[in-house]
Nanobody
Framework: QVQLVESGGGLVQAGGSLRLSCAASGRGFRSYTMGWFRQAPGKEREFVAAITWSGYNTYYEDSVKGRFTISRDNAKNTVYLQMNSLKPEDTAVYYC?????????????????WGQGTQVTVSS
């Protein structure tokens, strides 16, 4: 069983930056694809970014490409989401997820474990 705890959220002005962290406890972190999803008020949860177990492959939702960077440190059992040039439309609760099922990295059923989320608010 893997437990995930997100941190690093907060309030930032448009154009600013935040770095989210997701610390994993339990066994098997190194074998998991890790993903970040977000849910804005009144909207469904959506894919943001994913990284394979090796860190070699990364994937991004189109609206965050060039602004967000996902990375992982397997020695620390931690995955990161560096968010730059933030926009008000990035405001959401951000969730970390871990998956070992394979399949499409951008859909929720591919992930086995979820964190509780961290709030990111971008003011205009």
């Amino acid at each position: 069983q893997v437990q995930l705890v997100e941190s690093g959220g907060g309030l930032v002005q448009a154009g600013g930056s935040l770095r989210l962290s997701c610390a994993a406890s339990g066994r098997g972190f190194r074998s998991y694809t890790m993903g970040w999803f977000r849910q804005a008020p009144g909207k469904e949860r959506e894919f943001v970014a994913a990284i394979t177990w090796s860190g070699y492959n990364t994937y991004y939702e189109d609206s965050v490409k060039g602004r967000f960077t996902i990375s992982r440190d397997n020695a620390k059992n931690t995955v990161y989401l560096q968010m730059n040039s933030l926009k008000p439309e990035d405001t959401a609760v951000y969730y970390c997820a871990a998956g070992a099922k394979g399949g499409s990295y951008y859909i929720e059923p591919s992930y086995d474990h979820w964190g509780q989320g961290t709030q990111v608010t971008v003011s205009s």
